[in-house]
């Protein structure tokens, strides 16, 4: 299970996908695309094919940044593109990936432009300001 509130579950996911595309094991649609993000950052294969390291604290307290979180994001963007939503989504990532040699270092600054417009909406206690996003993701 990929979605849900409880962040063991979601880190099991992670590491169960990974497992099964090195095993060559047929993987769902989800699974293809978390296994393609996970395969893009080499940075955290170690942690995924070690399940004893999946309980770390991952806050900024704790001064480490999120994997799951990092990888979270790709899929949102991936996702957002495939469905065009917000509306228009799928036009900007079109046109900023031409003027871009790397797909996944646009991914980047798209995520920190949802990232951001997420912690906007948490710290306001609203819902996500889709036409705000829309206007950082101009922005790239």
Not at 80 to 103: E, K, N, S
Request: net charge negative.
């Amino acid at each position: 299970m990929m979605y849900g509130n409880d962040p063991a579950q979601y880190r099991r996911f992670f590491h169960e996908t990974w497992r099964k595309h090195g095993a060559r094991l047929p993987l769902q649609p989800l699974e293809e695309i978390v296994a393609r993000i996970i395969a893009d950052h080499p940075e955290y294969h170690a942690l995924l094919e070690n399940p004893d390291e999946l309980d770390h604290d991952y806050s900024p307290e704790a001064g480490r940044s999120n994997p799951f979180l990092h990888m979270g994001l790709h899929i949102a963007i991936r996702e957002q593109v495939a469905a065009d939503r917000p509306t228009g989504v799928r036009a900007l990532y079109q046109r900023l990936v031409q003027g871009h040699a790397d797909p996944h270092h646009l991914e980047h600054r798209m995520a920190e432009c949802l990232a951001e417009n997420l912690w906007d909406a948490q710290r306001t206690g609203g819902v996500p300001d889709e036409a705000a996003y829309l206007e950082r993701l101009r922005g790239l």
